[in-house]
Nanobody, 123 residues
Framework: VQLVESGGGLVQAGGSLRLSCAAS????????MGWFRQAPGKEREFVAA????????LYTDSVKGRFTISRDNAINTVYLQMNSLKPEDTAVYYC?????????????????WGQGTQVTVSS
């Protein structure tokens, strides 16, 4: 699966952005998908994941209630809706695919990665 992210940008604190990740390949509908992020000088960290059907989701605690992950298997796309953004959300956001139906928060479980999209939240 090849992944291409879009939708990043500069936004003020409290604002919203929606990231999209377009996937190529016939296995998308059977792959769990995730979003990770990496801030300067920090490790890449888990943000959210969604299972193959979209019914199962998983979030890191710091984004619960603010971010929503979803997918549209008809167009091979996964989304990350980010509301109430904070300066600490500033990072490069990466889309990732897992060769499994089920969600995971572990980076090593994801074998496909996009190139990343920058999200910058100003205070």
């Amino acid at each position: 699966v090849q992944l291409v992210e879009s939708g990043g940008g500069l936004v003020q604190a409290g604002g919203s952005l929606r990231l999209s990740c377009a996937a190529s390949g016939r296995s998308f509908s059977t792959n769990a998908m995730g979003w990770f992020r990496q801030a300067p000088g920090k490790e890449r960290e888990f943000v959210a994941a969604v299972g193959w059907s979209g019914a199962d989701t998983l979030y890191t605690d710091s984004v619960k209630g603010r971010f929503t992950i979803s997918r549209d298997n008809a167009i091979n796309t996964v989304y990350l809706q980010m509301n109430s953004l904070k300066p600490e959300d500033t990072a490069v956001y990466y889309c990732a695919g897992r060769n499994s139906l089920y969600v995971s928060r572990w980076r090593a479980d994801f074998g496909s990665w996009g190139q990343g999209t920058q999200v910058t939240v100003s205070s």
